[in-house]
């Protein structure tokens, strides 16, 4: 059993002198208060005394740590202090963090033995076995990280999540140590031959610019995620205007259908390209390759090459004297007449027996030449053409509808503007993420040709044969613990994806409507609702959308290993109407049971009766301000 006994605040920001006892070790603990009262700040306290870190919102992040009230009174010394007290299977242990103002943080970590609290000489790893940082996310967390985590580019937070809980930090290290070790081993064993040195020097810069690029590529990435998810949000306003409600339709309509007809252009691109690669250079040798087939034909008819019977076969049946058919062949028998005549023909010749195959294999290149290749090729062009000539005039139809939105008064067109300029953006960053894989592409290109290169010129040197194997070696090493890294997350990815279904379940209000919510291996999410032929995120409304979210960072909490960590949540009810948020909080007590679940929100009628009902005695808080205190006190609601 895990629970939180005792948190003390001292001169961190709002909070002058706050502590709090806790005698439940599961249950909800509910906080109310006004903005600016440092709900936010509570839990940054946590975070600052566990990980010296401060992620949630405040309204002013100019303020320094210090209570302001401590600060103006000038205290000869004042200390800012965060300490928490935690039940672990009957061991108390209490985590602090100390800091004065022009000095670095103090962080202790101490467990009660008998009557004395003896320090741990190493914190750190008490804290990871308490809850790593690097999972901290699925139990400190506020509304905008769960609204945030299905926008844009969705799929890169759910892999991150996943990476996180998969604990994979180990291989990651490995492969990294794996790979700067064969690059060391590399230079080694190149340093003596010049050319092999340059060889090394090119494909490393090669290598340098490639992780530059694929670097380039996650920033782009994630820009054109955010972009999307504000055009979004746009576009979801402006359908509120049912004057204007067929245009937006319609546009929706196009650019799916564009996405449709930009991907089959795609694909009948790298069909034309992958024909290009694979007989492309045949084309530009075709009439030298006639030249030779009619030759050969000429050899083959004048009997200058071989039968398809080869001597060695012969011979065998010579010495073993029985035919494959079962005859005996006696010496001297007409059989064994016509097999040695036949020997004689076949075997001045078997040294040109290669000419046959390549006569076959050549015959076989000028008909695909002849027939096949051009044929196909016209046909896939034809079929790019025409999806080319699509995608132009959707875009004319599109740009037409935005033209008629940024036209109309008043609000709607200032929408369709930003929209439109969020879509170029957006699509300013395809064409350039296009332009980089595009480089990637051509770089990774380089890599293979020049490590062949090396690879030919380090064996021909004959020399540092150990060496060799040794970087083969890592080689194998390298691949073989991305390739379980990858298998690891993908397994964890699947029990998520079966998890983040239980958890929706449970907690969404409208059962008999979904029937299956899953994640792909590439980590995009299929919604299964009755009714819906679409299966995409867009059949969900904000509070569908919000329940997802805390039911996949409850999945990831539960793979993380960490599952029983009491959990802090900041605003859960924020842009959700009052039909969403009364479901909403009938639901969130079962969801989370059998754990501390510490919640802080504005106060209302409705979380007002919330806490009546479901926080048990001395549970229930309220975060308020004494007279012109500019510092918070938190006491029990009244």
């Not at 740009?399 to 953006?425: A, W, Y």
């Not at 990858?486 to 059962?511: A, D, R």
């Not at 009755?530 to 539960?558: Q, R, W, Y």
């Not at 993380?560 to 948020?581: A, C, M, Q, T, Y």
């Amino acid at each position: 059993m895990l629970f939180i006994n005792r948190i003390n605040i001292t001169n961190f920001r709002q909070y002058r002198n706050v502590s709090l006892t806790f005698d439940s070790s599961k249950g909800v603990f509910l906080f109310i208060g006004k903005n600016g009262m440092g709900k936010s700040n509570f839990l940054n306290a946590i975070c600052w005394c566990l990980y010296n870190k401060q992620p949630f919102k405040f309204h002013d992040k100019a303020k320094k740590l210090l209570n302001e009230e401590t600060a103006r009174e000038k205290t000869q010394y004042e200390e800012v202090k965060v300490s928490i007290e935690v039940n672990i299977d009957n061991k108390l242990f209490l985590f602090q963090r100390t800091q004065r103002e022009t000095q670095m943080s103090k962080f202790i970590v101490m467990s009660k033995q008998g009557e004395d609290w003896i320090e741990f000489p190493n914190p750190t790893v008490i804290v990871n076995n308490f809850l790593p940082e690097s999972v901290s996310q699925f139990f400190l967390f506020d509304g905008e990280a769960v609204q945030n985590l299905y926008k844009g580019s969705y799929s890169d937070n759910l892999r991150d999540g996943v990476w996180k809980v998969s604990d994979v930090t180990l291989l990651d290290r490995a492969s990294k140590d794996l790979s700067g070790t064969k690059d060391q081993l590399r230079k080694f064993v190149s340093k003596d031959e010049p050319d092999t040195e340059l060889l090394e020097s090119e494909l490393s810069e090669f290598e340098k610019n490639r992780k530059e690029k694929e670097k380039l590529l996650g920033t782009l990435q994630k820009e054109i995620g955010e972009s999307k998810g504000q055009s979004e949000e746009f576009n979801e306003e402006l359908k509120r205007f049912s004057a204007f409600k067929h245009l937006q339709e319609q546009r929706d309509l196009l650019k799916r259908e564009l996405e449709d007809a930009n991907r089959r252009s795609e694909t009948y691109q790298r069909q034309i390209n992958d024909k290009l690669i694979n007989i492309g250079p045949f084309w530009y040798i075709k009439n030298n390759l006639v030249q030779l087939a009619q030759k050969l034909n000429e050899v083959s008819k004048s009997g200058e090459l071989p039968p398809k019977i080869k001597s060695t076969f012969v011979q065998e049946i010579i010495d073993s004297k029985k035919c494959i058919c079962g005859t005996i062949v006696l010496d001297g028998s007409k059989e064994s007449k016509c097999l040695h005549k036949l020997l004689a023909d076949v075997e001045p010749l078997d040294n040109r027996s290669y000419l046959i195959e390549d006569k076959i294999e050549i015959n076989s290149i000028i008909k695909d030449l002849q027939i096949g290749f051009q044929t196909e090729f016209k046909e896939i062009r034809e079929r790019l053409a025409k999806e080319r000539k699509r995608v132009e005039e959707i875009q004319i139809q599109l740009n037409e509808i935005s033209e008629k939105l940024v036209k109309v008064p008043g609000h709607v067109g200032d929408i369709e503007s930003t929209i439109r300029r969020l879509d170029d953006q957006i699509e300013l960053g395809t064409q350039e993420i296009g332009a980089t894989n595009s480089l990637i592409k051509q770089l990774d290109e380089k890599i293979i040709e020049y490590k062949s290169r090396l690879e030919k010129l380090n064996k021909e040197s004959g020399k540092r044969k150990t060496e060799m194997k040794y970087l083969d070696f890592l080689e194998e090493a390298k691949d073989k613990v991305d390739y379980i890294r990858e298998k690891l997350i993908i397994q964890v990815g699947k029990s998520v994806s079966s998890y983040t279904n239980e958890y929706f379940k449970e907690l969404i209000w409208k059962k008999d409507e979904f029937q299956k919510v899953s994640f792909t291996e590439d980590f995009k999410v299929e919604i299964f609702k009755k009714g819906e032929n679409l299966n995409s995120l867009e059949i969900l409304s904000t509070g569908e959308m919000k329940v997802l979210s805390f039911a996949t960072i409850k999945a990831l909490a539960k793979l993380s290993g960490f599952n029983n960590v009491p959990v802090f949540i900041d605003g859960p009810l924020e842009n959700l109407d009052k039909e969403v948020r009364t479901n909403f909080l009938e639901k969130l007590p079962d969801f989370m049971e059998d754990k501390q679940v510490f919640i802080f929100s504005l106060d209302s009628d409705l979380i007002e009766d919330f806490g009546k009902k479901h926080a048990q005695d001395g549970n229930f808080y309220r975060l308020t301000r004494n007279g012109v205190s500019l510092s918070t006190t938190i006491v029990p609601y009244v």
